[in-house]
């Protein structure tokens, strides 16, 4: 599966939007791009997934550039409970189980 | 309400004693999974199974132990034998994602236990 790089940490004003970046330059044609977020001392939450289009749904946004080498996840309007670690994993999904490889994300602080 | 619980949340244990954490699901899925997270860390898997009576190990399943005796449940036994069992342990399930049958392979975290060595 191939690497991402995201932010360590990054701050969002309450009622914006926040826009989190998530490099994987060696992507293959096969992977997707899926978004985890863990509140802390919780599992981690599935929030959205796509392999070539932007996808949305009524978590947030899936913006996949071009060359499929980055994308941003969107979070519309960012509430207090946003603050999360959000992890950017990419991975094969067709086949049988796989884990996930979960780095070590990018930790957003929403600000009152 | 389908989804998965793991028990307890908190638990301690001394050295050198093994210890059992629970998982259950009712979501009907195939595939279960054990991660471990250390303080500031991402997940690592220690075991997946696929399929009753069957299961792999992960990428650090030194000092730990599973069974896969029905569907609905995968305990996970850390042994004495685990240097450093002080952790956030995490269950999941997910749809097998067997080709043609489903297009991805979302996994569904349980709360987690957090287990502390005393």
């Known amino acids: 599966d191939a690497k991402t790089t995201q932010p360590p940490s990054m701050d969002c004003a309450e009622g914006r939007a926040a826009n989190l970046p998530c490099n994987h330059s060696?992507?293959?044609?096969?992977?997707?791009v899926y978004w985890y977020r863990q509140i802390h001392s919780q599992g981690p939450q599935y929030i959205i997934h796509g392999l070539k289009n932007n996808e949305t749904n009524e978590m947030a946004s899936l913006i996949i550039t071009e060359d499929r080498k980055s994308s941003t996840l969107i979070l519309p309007h960012a509430t207090l409970r946003d603050t999360a670690v959000y992890y950017c994993i990419v991975r094969v999904a067709l086949g049988s189980a796989r884990q996930l490889t979960f780095g070590s994300g990018t930790q957003l602080t929403v600000l009152p | 309400d389908g989804g998965i619980t793991q028990s307890p949340k908190y638990l301690f244990r001394k050295e050198g004693q093994n210890v059992t954490l629970s998982c259950e699901q009712n979501?009907?899925?195939?595939?279960m999974y054990w991660y471990r997270q250390d303080p500031g860390q991402g997940l690592r898997l220690i075991y997946y199974s696929q399929i009753v009576n069957d299961f792999q190990k992960g990428d650090i399943a030194e000092g730990y132990s599973v069974s896969r005796e029905k569907k609905e449940s995968f305990p996970l036994t850390v042994t004495s034998a685990q240097k450093n069992p002080t952790a956030f342990y995490l269950c999941?399930?997910?749809?097998?994602?067997?080709?043609?049958?489903?297009?991805?392979?979302?996994?569904?975290f349980g709360p987690g236990t957090r287990l502390t060595v005393l």
């Open positions: 979501l009907n899925h195939d595939a």
């Open positions: 060696t992507i293959s044609g096969n992977e997707y």
């Open positions: 999941a399930s997910s749809i097998t994602g067997l080709a043609g049958v489903s297009s991805y392979n979302e996994q569904f």
